[in-house]
């Protein structure tokens, strides 16, 4: 099982780039989470599909941030345009359809620094 | 507004102390309260508690839920450099949102 895979590991960007993080989920997850980690606020959520479709996006901070699932097994994170404040850990989570087993599976994170 | 609250928010112990790492919430819809481990990356799972007074044990750690007093606990028993780490807790609620607690930063000295 490969896990949920998140890319790229590490993005520096300048200041007015735009980023776009990506993730695949576990096979057969049916939700998926984008969270953002920084010292100051901990883990924040930003966005949450079930079955491909946004639940809740009241997380996402502003307009420069947009998120996509066009399909099961792929997720992205857009940031347009980066400000030095976005930069963070960026987490994808996935989780299974089965209420008994419903917890979060993360993956690796993005590291962005925006310069 | 779903809230978790977690305390400490940090702890600095000896090797072979026992610590206990707490965690209250208020939630409408509650369904079930999560404890993970996070060291330097992604967060990983250690329990999923659903029932008042039932302890989940894990080696040196376990936990327990009171539903009625809205709180969990973690507890880590002769603890060792490698449980150090930030441990988070979460509750799951209705329409399956993770809320997340701050953390409690442990560190544990040799």
């Known amino acids: 099982d490969a896990g949920v895979i998140q890319s790229p590991r590490h993005e520096v960007t300048e200041m007015g780039q735009e980023v776009t993080l990506r993730c695949k989920p576990i096979s057969g997850h049916n939700s998926l989470f984008w969270y953002r980690q920084t010292m100051m606020r901990g883990l924040e959520l930003l966005i949450y599909f079930n079955n491909n479709v946004p639940i809740d996006d009241s997380g996402m901070p502003e307009d420069r941030f947009s998120a996509k699932m066009p399909n099961a097994s792929f997720s992205t994170l857009k940031i347009q345009p980066s400000e030095p404040r976005d930069s963070a850990v960026y987490f994808c989570?996935?989780?299974?359809?089965?209420?008994?087993?419903?917890?979060?599976?993360f993956g690796s994170g993005t590291q962005l620094s925006v310069l | 507004e779903d809230k978790v609250v977690q305390s400490p928010l940090s702890l600095v112990v000896h090797e072979g102390d026992t610590v206990t790492l707490n965690c209250s919430y208020e939630?409408?819809?509650?369904?079930?309260l999560l404890w993970y481990k996070q060291e330097k990356k992604a967060p990983t799972f250690l329990f999923m508690l659903?029932?008042?007074?039932i302890e989940k044990k894990s080696g040196r750690l376990s936990s327990i839920l009171d539903k009625k007093e809205l709180f969990s606990i973690l507890n880590i028993t002769a603890t060792q450099t490698g449980d150090s780490a930030v441990y988070l807790c979460?509750?799951?609620?209705?329409?399956?949102?993770?809320?997340f607690g701050p953390g409690t930063r442990l560190s544990v000295l040799p």
């Open positions: 659903t029932s008042s007074g």
């Open positions: 939630v409408t819809n509650f369904r079930s």
């Open positions: 979460a509750v799951v609620v209705y329409g399956q949102n993770f809320v």
């Open positions: 989570a996935s989780s299974p359809p089965d209420r008994r087993n419903e917890k979060l599976f």
